[in-house]
């Protein structure tokens, strides 16, 4: 069976050339005409070869055999598969081809291309962007358009109907669109379109605070709501004012239309950074609570914690220091927040205080304090050190706690991710 690949270029002008001159062909008695009707005409099938050559062939039907080469059902959709469409027709995309069209251009094209594009073809495009994206590129375009030569958004128009041809071909965008379908009339001229803000779907909860069955279970009601209202529904889902988690960022990069191999290794990196990040303050608080029950100076302590997040061997004074410090007086520090854990000079400066109340009042002068921490490490290391000070085995309680709060942390987290 005679098959042809259409051309990525191919123009509707050279495929009529093609049926007359097949038409042509057949009339004149050539061969390879005869045998492509016989081939693909329906009612050619069957006839003796005298029956074919004196067959009135019309050129419609000539129409029809090429479009069958080129493995179309008819004429009108070959003639469909050519069609070139214009830049402003660009308007008459759905969501889902205006969001593959924008992930095979680049941020210079698009931003080119709608400096002085018409409204329906501005909003096409806008509203397929988070309200981030949408900031960016409206600014973008504001900058340029006053000094870019015209023939500049002409070029990077161009291109983009040239990636709607590609994304054609691959079947991923229907051109020529339904007779029925309208073009965008929506108004996204503004530059914020603010989303309702809905509860955070984690509860004001951190990963590791979750079952995973209750992270499968958000992840579902999620996935249903980008079904339902499409991928930029999910931007109501990043309450703002909060820290960005794996979790909001993940969302906030697929939002912003981020390739998902892009957004895994981005999460990927940065979950591995958070995860030393963690272990590293849990092993300072381990190493703290062992160089505690040592006795050792108050300033060897503060050098080994140091030791752990400096390379040049010289570290910050303590903006609050009191060598005098008693043990009521650290309560109120650690109640106030002066006292905190969150950072390695933050448990640094913490383990040196504790140092100090320990060698002017001894190990169970850190009680009070001890009462209000909040790190549960640190808790369960003072406790046990106020306890039991000769416990030879605490330092092996908090390494094995440790670990498995970091692989608690980084398995949540990884579920986050995936």
Known sequence: ???????????????????????????????????????????AAGLD????????????????????????????????AVTVPSFDELALLTDMETQRLM???????????IIGASKAVRGRFLSNMSNRVRGFIMEEAESLAQDLPDHEPEASRQRLVEAVLTL???????????????????????????????????GGLSFEELE?????????????????????????????????????????LIVDGTEPAIVESLLGTRLATMVHHRRTRLQMITEGIAALQAGDNPWIIYDKMQAFYLDTGEGDTPARLREDLTGEELHDWFERGWMLTRKPTDIAHTF????????????????????????PLLKVGLDGLIADRDNVGLRDQLEARAEAEVRRFESHNRAAVA
């Open 212 to 252: 995973i069955v209750e992270i499968a279970k958000i992840y579902g009601e999620l996935a249903t709501v980008a079904k339902r209202d499409g991928i930029l529904a999910l931007q109501a889902y990043i309450p703002p004012g909060l820290p960005m988690t794996p979790f909001r960022d993940g969302l906030r």
């Open 103 to 113: 992930r095979q251009i680049s941020q210079k094209d698009l931003c080119r291309s």
């Open 168 to 202: 054609r071909g691959n079947g991923q965008i229907e051109w020529p669109p339904p007779a029925d379908r309208t073009p965008y009339s929506g108004d996204f001229e503004k530059r914020q379109q603010i989303a309702d803000a809905v509860e955070d779907p984690l």
């Open 1 to 43: 069976m005679t098959t042809r690949e259409l051309p990525a270029r191919a123009s509707l002008e050279n495929l009529r050339k093609q049926a007359k001159g097949l038409h042509k062909a057949f009339a004149d008695g050539e061969d390879d005409a005869v045998a492509r009707i016989r081939t693909h005409l329906p009612r």
């Open 49 to 80: 070869d005298n029956a074919l050559r004196s067959l009135d062939l019309s050129l419609q039907e000539a129409q029809h055999v090429l479009a069958k080469e080129y493995e179309l059902p008819s004429w009108d959709a070959l003639r469909d």
């Open 352 to 375: 040196l205080q504790m140092a100090f109340v320990a060698r002017n009042h001894g190990i169970a002068e850190l009680a009070a304090a001890a009462a209000v921490i909040e790190e």
